[in-house]
């Protein structure tokens, strides 16, 4: 029975916690509304008339495979949006050798210039 | 004189053996050529896990190479393990044995496979080691092999140009790296006339040289274990490797990160407490805390772009390390006490959780590999009619990385966020933010591999083999069990692990007061 | 003043190789700039063992047929053994490195046809 009680004992952190067992108690229930809720719609529907249609504001409605979007174009919008910082990454990120070296010797000066100066100083 | 006297020992050299026994076995026969080597690391991983009930209950445990009459000061390699080192052990050995079933099948079709088994072992090797040792030479030496062995693994695809141009950046950067470790450790020598650890730490006093030292360990080691803005060959290697090599790496990169956290908290702890200025450890605690934050957002941010699936996943196992940089920088500003007890619990327990979701992420991208010899997301879709385990199981994998509940990316996460945000409160904002990101990427991923239509080149793709099934499974299993009993993990398994980071006068005390 | 060269020598040979691996554009030329920086930190951790005794400078750590005023004042009159042996690890360590490295080139070579570092650029962004 101690097994069974360090088992299922909630997880303190020093704000918060977290515990598994309302949790899935919380999920049951959330998923016997989503139930409920679904059959309170209409169970028959007229095939092929107007109702299974998609509607894409008038435009027609091609095959699937072409209207499908490719993965490099799915956030364009947030690419897009984001281009200020995306160009400068692009251009760090590009490919050389001896940058990979340049980057680490930056980060070894600059800790070393603040530890030193401002150690000494302080 | 009992047996567990000489595991830490054995560790090492029961896989060794393997290594050069296995060339010889590949002549007879392929099968009892695998069914070796996995019984080799199924025998180490029982000594491992044994080493670890001792430890976690009687404290750490020393094993001194050579004669039984030491006098002190020790000046022989020795090899200390205490609760953070078997708790790497522990890690490694599973990815290690995880990785071999899963490769069992994956690399069936290909040549040359006598070398490549003898090479997985020698890494498997070269991060025990690393794991286990108690002297900073010796550290520098395994560091130099797992340098070697993975770059050999990571050019297995002679036959692509990119494998090749990934290995070599590897190395280059692995061996400038290694040597700079080496010339800190040649300082240690130079002042204190003494290599192992436990003697450093107990002599430290925190000088110009000490300072030196100290800059290029971090740096060094840091840039090994993928820390921005040092990080970009993680993509090249991680992206060009064969898969189930990755899943070993992944373990590989991790025993670098034990490498900055035993420096910092037990070579450097008394330094840091007793000798250190106020402004000199704040200077080195914020440093960390600032390259953690910029390698969890360029993580992020670049792999919203990527194309190819390899890529997209090193990316995100780039922002993970900076998770786990994360939890230790804010741990160290408070050591040992409040929120920076719990940010140091997070953050270890996320090394494990991030080996196991990353490590199920690059299965996965395998298996898609495997059935469709295909790497870019722009040539895939519609694969969930014929692939329907892999579908699931990526499902599982797309909600653990991005820390939703129940799974045990939440709870790492959850400790993260909660004692980061005491310190300052835009550390845990961007850290959420990073999340949610995360979780956009992988869905955009799950959208073009497994969702639409079937395409007319992919339609007769089948299931992978078993034992493929079997090792994702048992990762999937192990995740499910993380998130729905995080105590029993935490007290039993982390717990000791922190406590034996922080007190590192235990540590000390075991080599210095001469009783073995 | 004379027993401080041998250390600036080492911090000169790391800055030499860290030009060559930065600033040079051949891969032979990264290669070689590694190779210099080991043999600087080899050169350092070499020097950190000597130790001058009597007018004639450092004595070989050895004790067969070694003069007598040698062997009453050991271990002060003899250099550190222990600095050799780390060496001689990080060479042999440094050789294995070169062999992986060089081979790499090669089959870079036959791949890309060029061996210049801005041009071997198919894993970018």
């Known amino acids: ?122 | 004189m009992n047996f567990l006297d000489y595991t830490p020992a054995l560790i090492v050299a029961i896989p060794l053996f393997g290594a050069f026994l296995t060339p010889i076995i590949s002549k007879v026969n392929e099968k009892i050529r695998n069914i070796f080597v996995i019984i080799i690391l199924l025998i180490t991983a029982g000594l491992v896990f044994l080493l670890t009930q001792d430890v976690f209950t009687n404290g750490p445990r020393a094993y001194i190479f050579g004669n039984a009459n030491v006098t002190i000061p020790v000046v022989r390699i020795l090899f200390e393990v205490d609760g953070i080192s078997m708790f790497m052990a522990i890690i490694s050995i599973t990815l290690a044995l995880l990785g071999v079933i899963y490769s069992w099948s994956f690399m069936k079709e290909n040549d040359g496979l006598d070398k490549y088994y003898t090479l997985v072992l020698l890494l498997v090797t070269s991060m025990l080691g690393m794991e286990l040792t108690g002297d900073m030479f010796n550290f520098f030496v395994f560091l130099e092999i797992s340098c070697i062995s993975s770059c050999a693994l990571i050019a297995f695809y002679i036959n692509k140009g990119e494998a090749l141009e990934a290995a070599f950046k590897y190395i280059v950067i692995s061996a400038v790296g290694a040597l700079f470790v080496l010339f800190a450790v040649g300082l240690f020598y130079a002042q204190y006339n003494a290599l192992n650890m436990a003697t450093i730490a107990s002599v430290l006093q925190f000088g110009f040289l000490d300072k030196i030292a100290l800059v290029l360990l971090i740096v060094a080691l840091g840039m090994k274990a993928g820390l921005a803005p040092m990080h970009m060959w993680l993509p090249d290697s991680y992206g060009e490797a064969p898969v189930s090599v990755t899943f070993i790496l992944v373990a590989a990169t991790q025993a670098s990160l034990y490498g900055v956290l035993r420096i910092l908290f037990t070579v450097y702890g008394n330094a840091f407490t007793n000798f250190a200025s106020v402004i000199s450890s704040a200077i080195i605690h914020w440093f960390i805390i600032g390259l953690a934050l910029v390698t969890i957002l360029i993580g992020v941010i670049m792999a919203l772009i990527q194309t190819d699936f390899k890529r997209l996943i090193a990316f995100a196992a780039v922002a993970e390390i900076g998770y786990i940089f994360l939890g230790i920088g804010v741990g160290l500003t408070s050591l040992g006490v409040g929120y920076g007890k719990t940010a140091l619990e997070g953050g270890v327990f996320h090394i494990m959780n991030d080996a196991f979701d990353i490590g199920l992420l690059f299965l996965i991208a395998g298996a898609v590999y495997y059935a469709t010899k295909e790497t870019s997301l722009n040539k895939m879709g519609g694969l969930a009619r014929n692939m329907k385990y892999t579908a699931v199981f990526f499902i599982v994998g797309l909600f653990a990385v991005s820390g939703l509940p129940p799974f045990n990316g939440f709870v790492s996460k959850l400790l993260i966020y909660e004692s980061t945000y005491q310190l300052n409160p835009i550390i845990a904002i961007v850290a959420i933010l990073a999340s949610i990101l995360l979780l956009a990427v992988f869905v955009k991923v799950f959208y073009s591999v497994f969702m639409g239509p079937e395409l007319p080149n992919l339609k007769d793709v089948k299931e992978v083999p078993k034992s493929m099934l079997v090792a994702m499974g048992a990762i999937v299993v192990i995740i499910i069990i993380f998130g729905l009993f995080p105590n029993l993990i935490i007290n039993n398994v982390v717990q000791p692990a922190t406590n034996a980071l922080v007190n590192s006068s235990s540590y000390i005390s075991k080599v210095i007061s001469g009783v073995m | 003043m004379i027993f401080n060269i041998p250390f600036i020598a080492v911090v000169a040979m790391i800055f030499i190789g860290l030009y060559a691996l930065l600033f040079k554009r051949n891969l032979v030329k990264m290669v070689i700039g590694i190779i210099i920086i080991e043999s600087g930190v080899n050169l350092f951790l070499i020097s950190l063992g000597y130790r001058w005794f009597g007018e004639n400078g450092g004595v070989v750590p050895i004790f067969t047929n070694a003069p007598s005023e040698v062997v009453n004042n050991a271990p002060q009159s003899m250099v550190l053994p222990v600095p050799q042996a780390l060496t001689l690890t990080s060479i042999v360590i440094g050789v294995a490195v070169l062999a992986l490295m060089l081979t790499l080139v090669m089959h870079i070579y036959k791949h890309y046809g060029t061996l210049d570092v801005r041009k071997i650029r198919r894993l970018k962004e």
């Not at chain 1, 998923?31 to 008038?58: N, P």
């Not at chain 1, 499908?68 to 174009?73: E, P």
């Open chain 1, 1 to 122: 029975m101690e097994i069974i009680d360090q088992l299922i004992e909630t997880l303190q952190t020093g704000s918060g916690f977290w515990s598994p067992i309302i949790w899935i108690l919380i999920i049951m229930i959330a998923f016997l509304l989503i139930y409920v809720i679904r059959s309170f719609g209409k169970k028959q529907y007229k095939e092929k008339t107007g109702q299974t249609q998609s509607f894409l504001s008038g435009n027609p409605e091609y095959e699937k495979e072409q209207m499908r979007i490719k993965s490099s174009n799915v956030y364009w919008g947030f690419t897009e949006a984001m281009k200020w910082i995306y160009d400068v990454l692009r251009k760090m990120h590009n490919g050389n050798a001896s940058d990979y070296v340049l980057w680490f010797v930056i980060v070894m000066s600059i800790l070393s210039v603040i530890l030193f100066l401002v150690g000494a100083v302080g």
